[in-house]
């Protein structure tokens, strides 16, 4: 089992509508999450970060995370076409230490006009 | 979000050649930064962990004598690729961890390498 996975996509929604991103995860000691947006040809920026069970809200985005369930997701309400990206989920797992960010596939996201 | 620039963006040089991209943390103190790999459509791949004063941690695979790292000061870590090759050629891009911050990782913009 992967420690971080993600739906690779593309996931396809249209402009305006709320698209939803998940990621699950293999180690229970996990305590951070984070959630990078990369363009093509460019590097990650954060997103979000998230630490404890519950919502997260910021402007337009929302990460969900739930322990019991090792699941974590992203929100983007109001999807604009700039939002096209590939969204990549990533958390410090315990067999790094909680020192190396292991990071999902990363999944795409196409929002049309 | 905190900022973290690598320098240079671009870099085209000839096969044999040496290579040093830096990346600095310009709002916060960094003693862990990180280098990556990117070759297209890919994901990103963790080469090696850079501690401030101490020695790089390497990746299984990566070859340390040819990806020289240098972790001088707390805002600035240096990878120096060693007699480039053209399947060195990729998307080089450093993190810098924020201590007060959670550890939180910021990325550089990135350094694309191409050599001929």
């Known amino acids: 089992q992967k420690e971080v996975e993600q739906n690779s996509g593309p996931l396809s929604v249209p402009e305006g509508a709320i698209a939803s991103l998940n990621c699950t995860y293999s180690d229970r000691g996990s305590q951070s999450f984070f959630w990078y947006r990369q363009y093509s040809g460019k590097s990650p920026e954060l997103i979000m970060s998230?630490?404890?069970?519950g919502d997260k809200e910021d402007g337009r985005f929302t990460a969900q995370l739930n322990k019991a369930s090792q699941y974590v997701s992203l929100l983007i309400r109001d999807s604009q076409p700039s939002d096209s990206a590939t969204y990549l989920c990533a958390a410090p797992p315990r067999t790094t230490g909680f020192q190396k960010l292991v990071f999902g596939t990363g999944t795409r996201l196409l929002v049309s006009p | 979000g905190a900022v973290v620039s690598q320098h240079p963006s671009r870099v085209i040089c000839k096969s044999g050649t040496s290579v040093k991209i830096e990346c600095r943390s310009l709002?916060?103190?960094?003693?862990?930064m990180f280098w990556y790999r990117q070759f297209p459509k890919q994901s990103l791949m963790l080469m090696a962990t850079s501690n401030e004063g101490s020695k790089a941690t390497y990746e299984q695979g990566v070859e340390k004598d040819k990806f020289l790292i240098n972790h001088a000061s707390l805002t600035l870590s240096t990878l120096t690729v060693t007699s480039a090759h053209p399947e060195d050629s990729s998307f080089y891009i450093c993190s810098a961890r924020d201590g007060l911050a959670a550890d939180t990782q910021y990325f550089g913009p990135g350094t694309r390498l191409t050599v001929l």
């Open positions: 998230i630490y404890s069970n």
């Open positions: 709002d916060f103190q960094a003693t862990t």
